[in-house]
């Protein structure tokens, strides 16, 4: 079963053109930190500055599997430069004065960018373009990185925002003023994700601050185990299957790993399907597998490539299974497995970061998990599993 709702990383950080650190070397550093989705905001500085440093966060990050996911904030002119140069942004986040998305989205090379809103009051609450599938709430309090900013809503005007955001199927993402001592009163007022700019930037660790996140907002939001099962995809290297084990000894539900099981069936290794026959014949072969693990409850480990068949997709849609998203930095899993025999895909480093960002669009959006370095008994305790 596949959510429609478009799920968002717990803490979305937002880089600050005040800082001494130019705009990419935040969004890097962002990225090594464990924030997979980065907002680029580059005021005040001039188009040309702003476009440079663009450019080369966005250079970085598809040179690195697409990590980190960035949003352009209110530049749709150089989210279009951008994808000109076949370097198109995740998103493009639009405030109230600026370009309406669906004109955005009419610009080449654009039209199936996330569109993030702006919004502050009852009013807008109600009325977010429909172009959009999320939007800021707030300032939830006041902020001195944006004198301009609306009277703050606080707490009672989050949760309001948020309600009213999700009848409409967006993703509400609370801003303004926030820091580690809010995360658990907005998960719980309905927020998704916080922005943050300076709570962010001024933690000592940032990585542990967004572990903490996840799990505040897995508290008060708690991830669903449905009865059917649940299935997990990511990236080679991800850690799904070591994950599974560990989520079957918790759940005593059987574990079956899809990529095991068409081996199974074949009666030989993967990396001798690929060299004998190609990978369209192994992606033939892993569609009947899941056919048949689908038959009962389980924790299900899918291959990398997996999620890109559209066959598949549709298996899981239809089933009562219940799919999250392992959100490994590409990085962190070319350490674990580059140029090991059993993986045919895993050869090269270039071409297994072109095979990541291409493969991210069909997991973006999906309930996620982020490792951030834990053991997958401490992930699956912390899922509450």
């Known amino acids: 079963m596949i959510a429609d709702f478009l799920n968002l990383p717990p803490l979305y950080p937002i880089t600050d053109a005040t800082r001494p650190e130019s705009l990419a070397d935040q969004v890097r550093a962002l990225g090594q930190a464990g924030f997979p989705l980065v907002q680029f905001r580059g005021k005040p500085l001039d188009p040309k500055a702003q476009w440079e440093q663009l450019r080369q966060a966005l250079t970085e990050a598809a040179a690195n599997g697409g990590w980190p996911q960035i949003c352009v904030n209110d530049r749709a002119d150089l989210a279009l430069l951008a994808a000109q140069e076949g370097l198109p942004p995740w998103g493009l986040h639009l405030g109230q004065g600026d370009l ?103 933690s000592e660790a940032p990585r542990e601050l967004l572990w903490r996140a996840q799990l505040s907002r897995w508290q008060a939001q708690p991830l669903q185990f449905r009865g059917g099962g649940l299935m997990l995809v990511g990236g080679s290297g991800c850690g799904k299957s070591a994950l599974g084990r560990a989520l079957g000894q918790r759940t005593g539900l059987p574990v079956v790993d899809l990529d095991a099981a068409v081996e199974s069936a074949a009666g030989k290794p993967i990396a001798q399907i690929f060299a004998e026959a190609s990978e369209a014949v192994f992606r033939d072969m892993e569609v009947r597998a899941l056919r048949g693990a689908l038959a009962s409850p389980c924790i299900l480990a899918l291959g990398g490539g997996a999620w890109a068949s559209g066959d598949i997709r549709k298996l899981a849609q239809d089933s009562d299974f219940q799919v999250l998203w392992i959100n490994e930095n590409p990085a962190t899993a070319w350490d674990r497995i580059a140029h090991d025999p059993a993986r045919p895909l895993a050869k090269n480093r270039a071409d297994f970061m072109a095979r990541w960002r291409h493969r991210m669009v069909h997991w973006d959006g999906l309930p996620m998990i982020l490792p951030l370095g834990r053991s997958p008994e401490r992930l699956a305790e912390a899922m509450g599993a």
């Not at 944006?146 to 925002?161: E, F, M, Q, S």
């Not at 993703?171 to 300076?198: F, H, K």
């Open 100 to 202: 309406p998305p669906a004109e955005a989205l009419r610009l080449p090379g654009l039209s199936s960018l996330h569109v993030g809103a702006s919004t502050h009051s009852l009013e807008e609450w109600a009325s977010v373009d429909s172009n959009c599938d999320h939007a800021g709430v707030g300032p939830f309090r006041a902020t001195t990185t944006k004198g301009d900013h609306a009277v703050p809503i606080g707490l009672h005007g989050l949760h309001t925002g948020c309600l009213m955001l999700r009848s409409q199927g967006l993703a509400p993402v609370a801003i303004g003023g926030l820091t580690e001592d809010d995360l658990q009163a907005c998960y719980e007022a309905g927020a998704e994700s916080l922005a943050m700019v300076g709570g962010i930037a001024r």
